[in-house]
């Protein structure tokens, strides 16, 4: 697991079956995955690996961390191996609702999480929210 925020981690699946206490909720962005009975509130944004993820879909896995975030939860953004789908969705919050620029954001999340692979389109798909969302 890595902790990108206090309140946002990326990881794998098997860090999402049994979570440290540190974590309050979980995100599940793997279109394989799913979690059965969670105990924790959950949310599933079906994301396919290494592919373009859709701007709709990337704006849904953003907007339910910042909403869980605001209410003080630690959220846990898994995927199967954690290595590119949770990356690539915690860099769109750091962009969309924390008003980062993306180069920031990448460098924000490779730092702590120095083996990332970003999503195809991650950038562009980012731009043009940024640009349809209201201020």
Known sequence: MHHILEQVATGEYDEAVSPGPEITAL?????ERNLAAPRLPY??????????VPGALLAEAAGWIHRMA???????VFSS??????PS???AYLCLHLGCSFGE???RVAGRQPSIFLLPGLSASIDEL???RPR
């Open 27 to 31: 995100l599940c962005v793997a279109q």
């Open 43 to 52: 949310h599933k944004v079906p994301l396919a690996e290494l592919e373009p």
């Open 70 to 76: 605001a209410d003080g939860h630690r959220v846990l």
């Open 81 to 86: 191996r954690g290595i590119s789908r949770p």
């Open 89 to 91: 969705v915690v860099i």
């Open 105 to 107: 954001a990448l460098h």
């Open 130 to 132: 940024s640009t349809t």
